[in-house]
């Protein structure tokens, strides 16, 4: 018996997060709901070469993913990102320059989350990686004019990306609205 100054607390039912894959509680502990729907601004930029590419991507799609899996969509999307093992240009085909960028997350049902990489290869934007988010390297994220050799549209991809951000963030220090 508890001392009758304790309450019993609450229980909290744990779901599958279809990103990770782990069992995680429904409630944050502020009590937030642990599960946040995403919607496809959130998965994926908006650019024609990359939605159909993400249109390719097999498997049902999963529509809610735990909080701390929301928060890794947002840190990835749209994010430069250089090839594995940082030695130059992993792929060495003609015309791919080796910055890349995350262009969509997929969260497939079963599967776990499908990260997909772009480069410009020909001229022409490719989705040339497929990676599993459990398996990422966060290593390999960049700033743009930490390296050089960033393909021209890719570049006109991230600035859209950014502008798209600022128009949606209030600028730091404005008032709160009234
Ligand atoms: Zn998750």
Not at 37 to 51: G, H, K, N, T
Not at 85 to 96: F, I, K, S, T, Y
């Amino acid at each position: 018996m508890p001392p009758n100054n304790i309450l019993e607390g609450p229980k909290v039912a744990p779901w599958t997060c279809p990103s990770c894959r782990e069992a995680v509680p429904r409630l944050l502990p502020n009590g937030q709901r642990n599960r946040i729907r995403l919607d496809s601004a959130q998965m994926r930029l908006p650019v024609p070469a990359i939605e159909a590419a993400a249109n390719r991507v097999p498997g049902p799609r999963a529509s809610e993913v735990c909080f701390p899996c929301s928060e890794a969509y947002r840190e990835l999307l749209g994010t430069l990102i250089r090839p594995p093992g940082e030695d130059g240009d992993a792929r060495g085909g003609p015309g791919l320059n080796d910055t890349g960028i995350v262009g969509a997350l997929l969260p497939i049902a079963g599967r776990g989350t499908r990260v997909l990489i772009f480069h410009v290869v020909n001229g022409v934007l490719q989705d040339t990686e497929i990676e599993d988010l459990r398996r990422l390297n966060p290593d390999r994220l960049t700033y743009p004019g930490t390296r050089g050799a960033i393909a021209p549209p890719l570049w006109a991809i991230y600035e859209q990306h950014l502008a798209q951000l600022h128009a949606t963030t209030p600028p730091e220090g404005s008032p709160p609205p009234k």
